[in-house]
């Protein structure tokens, strides 16, 4: 069936580090991928998204690329700030029956000024 | 605000009890989830429905139950509750017909406490 697998957490950075979460997935035929960051004591919110091979999804300075190639989706920024402290999950869309997103486990980041 | 409001923001009850959260998914969207998310962070799926029918459903408890009206709100109903539900539920929503925006959109959820 299908799969994302996260890097597991929590990532602690300092101010203005570069940041990369890993993400890969296992699935059938071409499915989206989204990146939803979840902020404390709030609700999912769709990060960014790729919806084909080698797309770039990118939203607040983060980017990640559909890597078919490799089955990733590679979560990255260049300058993390204090704000972007956060749970950060990965997530598929298979486009089957249901429109059944598919969730890794979620990577939290923490980011120390 | 996403679109998708769930009642009430915080529960505090007794073991025993029952308990109904509500969920009023984004104007167009015909799908709604639910999830339950505990302390260790992960999302588990708990039902879907589509449209008022039941379409998948994952790992949600027999005390649990869940239904979609005609006007598309869902209820999310929870019984003979035990300290282990304690937990953050989630709602989203989506249009399945949308290719364009095939993500879903998240409530702020229902944080629920048993005590």
């Known amino acids: 069936g299908d799969s994302v697998t996260q890097m597991e957490g929590p990532v602690t950075l300092s101010e203005e580090a570069f940041l990369t979460i890993n993400c890969t997935y296992t699935?059938?035929?071409?499915?989206?991928l989204f990146w939803y960051v979840q902020y404390p004591g709030e609700g999912l919110q769709l990060l960014l998204k790729?919806?084909?091979?080698?797309d770039k999804g990118s939203n607040k300075g983060f980017e990640a690329t559909y890597r078919k190639e490799t089955t990733s989706f590679h979560l990255e920024k260049g300058s993390v700030q204090v704000s972007d402290s956060a749970v950060y999950f990965c997530?598929?869309?298979?486009?089957?029956?249901?429109?059944?997103?598919?969730f890794g486990g979620g990577t939290r980041l923490m980011v120390k000024p | 605000d996403s679109g998708v409001t769930q009642t009430p923001k915080h529960l505090i009850t007794a073991t025993g009890q029952r308990v109904t959260l509500r969920c009023s998914p984004r104007?167009?969207?015909?799908?709604v989830y639910w999830y339950q998310q505990s302390l260790d962070q992960g999302l588990q799926f708990l039902i879907q429905?589509?449209?008022?029918?039941?379409?998948a459903k994952g790992n949600i408890l027999e005390r649990f139950s869940a239904q979609q009206f005609p006007d598309l709100h869902s209820e999310l109903n929870l019984s003979s509750l035990e300290l282990g539900d304690s937990a953050l539920y989630f709602c989203?929503?989506?249009?399945?017909?949308?290719?364009?925006?095939?993500?879903?959109?998240f409530g702020s959820g229902t944080r629920l406490t048993v005590v």
């Open positions: 997530a598929l869309n298979p486009w089957t029956a249901g429109n059944m997103l598919t």
């Open positions: 790729a919806t084909k091979a080698d």
């Open positions: 429905y589509y449209n008022g029918e039941e379409r």
């Open positions: 989203a929503s989506s249009n399945p017909l949308d290719r364009m925006n095939d993500g879903y959109t």
């Open positions: 699935a059938t035929g071409y499915p989206s």
């Open positions: 104007s167009g969207d015909l799908s």
